[in-house]
């Protein structure tokens, strides 16, 4: 018996299933049920809650979302000999939990949710996190759709989320979620706890939206930094050429010194450029 729940152990289940992590699919899979409840607990209380989960895998975060009061789980998974482990899951917990077979990055989540709140939780396979978050984080509407997102990531990457400007980490990843969210790490994961292990230490990371993020055009702030971290060690007047053809004007315009570099450079000083860049093209 499970610490959270009367289904096998996962360890069995895998077994039982021929479970084998696939590394092309990124998939390293978390066996602890205490570890993976820690995880559902820290997006917070989940009664009442729909939660989004990508990449459940043989179901132990999934099993620990339900057993902590999720009223409803929507699970997209692409590997299919997964389906049946899910399945058993979803007869355990009747009417709350939902799989979808395809790949997270090309279904429409939110269509799917319905009405209420949401939040997403997941165990997000590496080789597809950061794509799948800077599609959630750069949704034209916004407040989105969802409540939070509580998401497990490599450290490395955990760290780019929540680094400041000046830093190391400091890149396009910590503008885009300093800009519309308030990130933290929620705690570290090390190795052991998965099956494979991978060779790299992992962070739960918790994103709420901001409510009112400072006022720029997604698309403008996805471009502007997209070229000021692309050639990041050089100054902000060179970098800044694959953004606009002449970027003096637009660098002086918003008070900024054209030999600074862009991991220098505030959130906010981003912003400004952004919507200094829409109304010189008259976008704004």
Request: charged share 20%.
């Amino acid at each position: 018996m499970s610490a959270i729940d009367d289904l096998p152990p996962l360890r069995e289940v895998i077994a039982r299933h021929g479970l084998m992590a696939k590394k092309q699919l990124g998939q390293n899979f978390l066996l602890d049920l205490n570890l993976t409840s820690r995880i559902a607990r820290a997006s917070g209380p989940l009664e009442g809650v729909t939660v989004l989960e990508v990449g459940p895998g043989p179901g132990g975060l999934t099993r620990a979302l339900l057993a902590n009061g999720a009223a409803r789980v929507v699970a997209i998974e692409r590997d299919p000999r997964c389906l049946p482990a899910l399945a058993e899951i979803a007869a355990h917990y009747p009417g709350r939990l939902e799989v979808i077979e395809g790949d997270a990055l090309e279904v429409d989540a939110a269509a799917m949710l319905g009405q209420g709140p949401a939040r997403i939780v997941a165990n997000l396979p590496y080789n597809v996190a950061t794509p799948l978050l800077t599609g959630w984080l750069t949704t034209e509407a916004w407040p989105p759709w969802f409540q939070s997102l509580t998401l497990m990531f490599q450290k490395e990457v955990a760290q780019r989320i929540v680094a400041p400007p000046g830093s190391d980490p400091y890149g396009r990843l910590g503008v885009l979620c300093g800009w519309r969210t308030e990130a933290k790490i929620a705690f570290d994961v090390g190795p052991s706890a998965f099956v494979p292990p991978p060779k790299v230490t992992s962070s739960v990371v918790h994103l709420v939206p901001r409510a009112d993020p400072l006022p720029a055009k997604v698309k403008t702030m996805e471009r502007l930094t997209a070229a000021a971290f692309g050639q990041r060690r050089k100054m902000i007047r060179q970098s800044l050429k694959g953004f606009v053809r002449d970027p003096l004007p637009l660098i002086e315009a918003a008070g900024l010194d054209p030999t600074e570099r862009a991991e220098n450079l505030t959130i906010a000083e981003f912003a400004m450029l952004a919507r200094l860049a829409d109304r010189t093209t008259g976008q704004e």
